[in-house]
Protein backbone atom coordinates (compact mmCIF):
# COMPACT_ATOMS: atom_id res chain seq x y z
CA UNK A 1 0.00 0.00 0.00
CA UNK A 2 1.61 2.97 -0.77
CA UNK A 3 1.52 6.95 1.32
CA UNK A 4 -1.63 8.12 -0.84
CA UNK A 5 -3.57 5.09 -0.91
CA UNK A 6 -3.62 4.84 2.91
CA UNK A 7 -4.05 8.77 3.90
CA UNK A 8 -6.77 8.75 1.16
CA UNK A 9 -8.96 6.10 2.77
CA UNK A 10 -8.73 8.09 5.83
CA UNK A 11 -9.75 11.20 4.19
CA UNK A 12 -12.80 9.41 2.72
CA UNK A 13 -13.49 8.20 6.09
CA UNK A 14 -13.05 11.67 8.06
CA UNK A 15 -15.69 12.85 5.16
CA UNK A 16 -18.49 9.86 5.65
CA UNK A 17 -17.80 10.00 9.60
CA UNK A 18 -18.65 14.31 8.96
CA UNK A 19 -15.58 14.87 11.34
CA UNK A 20 -14.32 18.52 10.77
CA UNK A 21 -11.41 17.92 13.37
CA UNK A 22 -10.26 14.48 11.89
CA UNK A 23 -10.77 16.19 8.42
CA UNK A 24 -8.28 19.42 9.58
CA UNK A 25 -5.95 16.90 11.36
CA UNK A 26 -5.42 15.36 7.88
CA UNK A 27 -4.48 18.38 5.95
CA UNK A 28 -2.16 19.18 8.62
CA UNK A 29 -0.20 15.81 8.90
CA UNK A 30 3.49 16.05 7.14
CA UNK A 31 5.45 13.85 5.65
CA UNK A 32 8.97 13.67 5.03
CA UNK A 33 12.06 12.07 6.51
CA UNK A 34 14.06 12.30 9.93
CA UNK A 35 17.38 13.72 10.47
CA UNK A 36 17.08 13.14 14.25
CA UNK A 37 20.04 11.18 15.07
CA UNK A 38 19.37 7.57 16.26
CA UNK A 39 15.79 7.56 14.70
CA UNK A 40 15.33 5.51 11.36
CA UNK A 41 12.14 7.28 8.51
CA UNK A 42 12.05 3.90 7.33
CA UNK A 43 9.56 4.10 4.38
CA UNK A 44 9.02 7.31 5.08
CA UNK A 45 7.94 10.05 8.55
CA UNK A 46 4.47 10.82 8.90
CA UNK A 47 3.88 14.10 11.42
CA UNK A 48 -0.02 14.62 12.87
CA UNK A 49 -1.15 14.96 15.84
CA UNK A 50 -2.87 10.99 16.29
CA UNK A 51 -5.48 11.35 18.77
CA UNK A 52 -8.66 10.59 18.28
CA UNK A 53 -11.07 13.62 18.00
CA UNK A 54 -14.74 14.46 19.07
CA UNK A 55 -17.06 17.19 17.24
CA UNK A 56 -17.52 19.83 20.09
CA UNK A 57 -20.69 22.76 19.64
CA UNK A 58 -20.49 25.71 21.52
CA UNK A 59 -23.53 26.31 24.25
CA UNK A 60 -24.15 29.36 26.22
CA UNK A 61 -23.22 29.18 29.31
CA UNK A 62 -21.70 25.87 29.23
CA UNK A 63 -19.06 26.73 26.47
CA UNK A 64 -17.71 23.54 24.20
CA UNK A 65 -19.58 20.43 24.29
CA UNK A 66 -19.42 17.05 23.47
CA UNK A 67 -21.56 16.30 20.36
CA UNK A 68 -23.58 12.69 20.61
CA UNK A 69 -21.87 10.46 17.98
CA UNK A 70 -19.35 12.77 16.93
CA UNK A 71 -16.09 11.11 18.29
CA UNK A 72 -14.15 9.96 15.28
CA UNK A 73 -10.93 7.03 15.52
CA UNK A 74 -9.66 7.88 11.94
CA UNK A 75 -6.42 8.76 13.65
CA UNK A 76 -5.43 6.21 16.13
CA UNK A 77 -6.42 3.88 13.83
CA UNK A 78 -4.61 5.76 10.60
CA UNK A 79 -1.39 6.00 12.64
CA UNK A 80 -1.42 1.72 13.17
CA UNK A 81 -1.99 0.83 9.30
CA UNK A 82 1.22 3.43 8.80
CA UNK A 83 3.30 1.35 11.44
CA UNK A 84 2.46 -1.72 10.47
CA UNK A 85 2.84 -1.15 6.90
CA UNK A 86 6.59 0.35 7.58
CA UNK A 87 5.78 3.81 7.64
CA UNK A 88 7.42 5.43 11.07
CA UNK A 89 4.91 8.02 12.94
CA UNK A 90 5.38 10.67 15.18
CA UNK A 91 3.67 13.61 17.54
CA UNK A 92 4.21 16.64 15.11
CA UNK A 93 4.21 18.83 17.82
CA UNK A 94 7.57 18.18 18.94
CA UNK A 95 9.18 18.53 15.40
CA UNK A 96 10.38 21.38 13.11
CA UNK A 97 11.72 20.83 9.42
CA UNK A 98 14.95 22.27 8.27
CA UNK A 99 14.73 25.34 5.96
CA UNK A 100 17.62 23.77 3.87
CA UNK A 101 17.21 19.97 3.34
CA UNK A 102 13.33 20.04 4.78
CA UNK A 103 13.94 17.04 7.03
CA UNK A 104 12.89 16.95 10.78
CA UNK A 105 14.53 17.44 14.11
CA UNK A 106 13.27 17.32 17.51
CA UNK A 107 12.24 20.80 18.91
CA UNK A 108 11.56 18.34 22.81
CA UNK A 109 13.97 16.40 24.44
CA UNK A 110 13.20 12.83 24.54
CA UNK A 111 15.73 11.87 27.70
CA UNK A 112 17.71 14.23 29.68
CA UNK A 113 20.68 14.10 27.98
CA UNK A 114 19.42 15.12 24.42
CA UNK A 115 20.49 18.16 22.58
CA UNK A 116 18.67 20.12 19.91
CA UNK A 117 20.35 18.38 16.25
CA UNK A 118 19.62 22.02 14.61
CA UNK A 119 18.69 25.77 15.70
CA UNK A 120 16.35 28.14 15.48
CA UNK A 121 17.12 31.96 14.67
CA UNK A 122 15.56 34.95 13.13
CA UNK A 123 17.03 34.08 10.13
CA UNK A 124 15.94 30.35 9.35
CA UNK A 125 15.83 26.78 10.86
CA UNK A 126 18.67 24.39 10.14
CA UNK A 127 19.46 21.18 10.72
CA UNK A 128 22.54 19.45 12.67
CA UNK A 129 23.32 18.02 9.30
CA UNK A 130 23.19 21.29 6.98
CA UNK A 131 25.15 22.73 9.60
CA UNK A 132 27.68 20.86 9.16
CA UNK A 133 28.70 21.53 5.99
CA UNK A 134 29.47 25.35 7.35
CA UNK A 135 31.52 24.98 10.74
CA UNK A 136 33.32 28.08 10.60
CA UNK A 137 29.84 30.07 9.97
CA UNK A 138 28.23 28.24 13.20
CA UNK A 139 31.19 28.72 15.29
CA UNK A 140 31.07 32.34 14.07
CA UNK A 141 28.52 33.33 17.41
CA UNK A 142 30.11 31.03 19.63
CA UNK A 143 33.63 32.22 19.62
CA UNK A 144 34.45 33.86 22.85
CA UNK A 145 30.94 34.19 23.99
CA UNK A 146 30.14 32.75 27.34
CA UNK A 147 26.35 32.75 26.29
CA UNK A 148 26.32 30.43 23.45
CA UNK A 149 28.23 26.70 23.82
CA UNK A 150 28.49 25.04 20.87
CA UNK A 151 26.93 21.69 20.63
CA UNK A 152 29.82 18.70 19.49
CA UNK A 153 26.57 16.82 17.73
CA UNK A 154 27.41 19.84 14.78
CA UNK A 155 31.10 20.63 15.09
CA UNK A 156 34.59 18.80 15.13
CA UNK A 157 36.25 21.18 17.34
CA UNK A 158 39.62 19.07 16.55
CA UNK A 159 38.98 19.33 13.07
CA UNK A 160 38.61 23.17 13.66
CA UNK A 161 42.18 23.47 15.47
CA UNK A 162 40.49 23.74 18.62
CA UNK A 163 42.17 21.84 21.42
CA UNK A 164 40.32 20.95 24.83
CA UNK A 165 41.69 23.53 27.53
CA UNK A 166 39.51 22.27 30.36
CA UNK A 167 36.91 20.06 31.08
CA UNK A 168 34.31 19.53 34.21
CA UNK A 169 32.69 22.54 34.78
CA UNK A 170 29.21 22.85 36.32
CA UNK A 171 26.55 25.10 37.17
CA UNK A 172 23.75 23.35 38.78
CA UNK A 173 21.31 22.83 41.30
CA UNK A 174 23.63 21.27 43.83
CA UNK A 175 26.26 23.34 46.20
CA UNK A 176 29.85 23.93 44.68
CA UNK A 177 28.04 23.66 40.96
CA UNK A 178 28.74 27.60 40.25
CA UNK A 179 31.29 27.72 37.88
CA UNK A 180 30.64 31.09 35.92
CA UNK A 181 31.35 30.76 32.04
CA UNK A 182 31.58 34.65 32.10
CA UNK A 183 34.54 34.83 34.41
CA UNK A 184 36.08 31.82 33.03
CA UNK A 185 36.22 33.36 29.87
CA UNK A 186 37.72 36.23 30.67
CA UNK A 187 40.64 34.18 32.88
CA UNK A 188 41.59 32.01 29.86
CA UNK A 189 41.67 35.53 27.86
CA UNK A 190 43.85 37.04 30.74
CA UNK A 191 46.27 34.14 30.50
CA UNK A 192 46.49 32.96 26.70
CA UNK A 193 45.95 36.59 25.31
CA UNK A 194 46.80 34.95 21.77
CA UNK A 195 43.96 31.90 21.77
CA UNK A 196 39.82 32.31 20.99
CA UNK A 197 37.97 30.02 22.72
CA UNK A 198 34.63 28.30 22.26
CA UNK A 199 32.24 26.48 25.75
CA UNK A 200 30.93 22.92 24.93
CA UNK A 201 28.09 21.70 27.09
CA UNK A 202 26.62 18.20 28.34
CA UNK A 203 22.93 18.40 30.11
CA UNK A 204 22.07 16.49 33.25
CA UNK A 205 19.81 16.51 34.95
CA UNK A 206 19.92 18.81 37.20
CA UNK A 207 22.87 20.29 36.10
CA UNK A 208 25.01 21.84 32.84
CA UNK A 209 28.54 20.57 32.70
CA UNK A 210 30.90 22.71 30.57
CA UNK A 211 34.07 22.52 28.80
CA UNK A 212 36.44 25.16 27.34
CA UNK A 213 38.36 24.60 24.09
CA UNK A 214 40.84 27.03 22.12
CA UNK A 215 42.68 27.61 19.47
CA UNK A 216 45.41 30.13 17.95
CA UNK A 217 43.34 33.59 17.00
CA UNK A 218 43.53 33.46 12.51
CA UNK A 219 44.48 36.43 11.12
CA UNK A 220 42.20 39.38 11.35
CA UNK A 221 38.85 40.10 13.83
CA UNK A 222 36.47 37.34 13.78
CA UNK A 223 32.94 38.25 14.22
CA UNK A 224 32.48 38.63 18.13
CA UNK A 225 35.72 40.41 17.73
CA UNK A 226 34.46 42.46 15.23
CA UNK A 227 31.02 43.20 17.07
CA UNK A 228 33.28 44.33 20.59
CA UNK A 229 35.29 46.56 18.26
CA UNK A 230 32.14 47.87 16.35
CA UNK A 231 29.60 48.21 18.94
CA UNK A 232 26.63 50.10 17.69
CA UNK A 233 28.30 50.18 14.25
CA UNK A 234 28.39 46.48 14.39
CA UNK A 235 24.49 46.03 15.18
CA UNK A 236 23.77 48.98 12.20
CA UNK A 237 25.55 45.90 9.74
CA UNK A 238 23.40 43.44 10.89
CA UNK A 239 26.44 41.58 13.11
CA UNK A 240 23.56 41.19 15.90
CA UNK A 241 24.28 37.79 17.97
CA UNK A 242 21.71 37.09 20.77
CA UNK A 243 23.18 36.87 23.99
CA UNK A 244 21.36 35.06 26.18
ZN1 LIG B 1 19.06 20.36 6.94
Avoid at 95 to 110: A, E, N, P, Q, V
Avoid at 220 to 233: F, I, K
Wanted: glycine share 10%; net charge negative; with cysteine.
Amino acid sequence: MTLNYILNAARRDAERKGSKKTTSRLEELQCGEYCEPGYDSKRGLVLANWNDTHETTWIKGQGYVRVAGGECTVMGRLERILDKAGFSTDWSDEYTSCDDCGKYFRTSGDCWDWKQYGESTEHGTICGNCLKGDPEGYLATRIDNPHNAANTAMVDLAAQGFELVADGFANGLHPGMNDNPVKLLEHYRAIMPQQEFVFTYKPSQFYVEFDIWARTKPEGLNYMQMELANGAAGKAMGLEYALA
